[in-house]
């Protein structure tokens, strides 16, 4: 079973900027794509950012389209979400998630795609 531990969450003023870690415990990561996805309280967990398992396709929600950054480090085992431009409506536990490459990857935003799931990262942006 893969175990995928996300670092990197704190608190920072909107416009502010983090940068996001997923590591990944097996070398079998470099098969699976990778996602972000994110829960505010009281809200549904919604996807953020996807990666194919060769960082060759990257999609993004359209709140985050040109402030966020997916990338990939297949010899690290490890998955990076760069937040730029930071807003308060980005506040969230963000959480890493792995699914086989075998699944459509047109399927990225649904959370039932993915197998594995990391425990999440807070992020708090204040005004």
């Known amino acids: 079973q893969m175990r995928l531990v996300e670092s990197g969450g704190g608190l920072v003023q909107a416009g502010g900027s983090l940068t996001l870690s997923c590591a990944a415990s097996?070398?079998?990561?470099?098969?699976?794509?990778m996602g972000w996805f994110r829960q505010a309280p009281g809200k549904e967990r919604e996807f953020v950012a996807g990666?194919?398992?060769?960082?060759?396709?990257?999609s993004y929600v359209d709140f985050v389209k040109g402030r966020f950054t997916v990338s990939r480090d297949n010899v690290k085992n490890t998955v990076y979400l760069q937040m730029n431009s930071l807003k308060p409506e980005d506040t969230a536990l963000y959480y890493c998630?792995?699914?086989?490459?075998?699944?459509?990857?047109?399927?990225?935003?649904?959370?039932?795609?993915?197998?594995?799931w990391g425990l999440g990262t807070q992020v708090t942006v204040s005004s």
């Open positions: 990666i194919s398992w060769n960082g060759v396709r990257t």
């Open positions: 998630a792995a699914r086989s490459s075998a699944v459509l990857w047109a399927e990225y935003v649904s959370p039932s795609r993915y197998r594995y």
């Open positions: 097996e070398r079998t990561f470099s098969t699976y794509h």
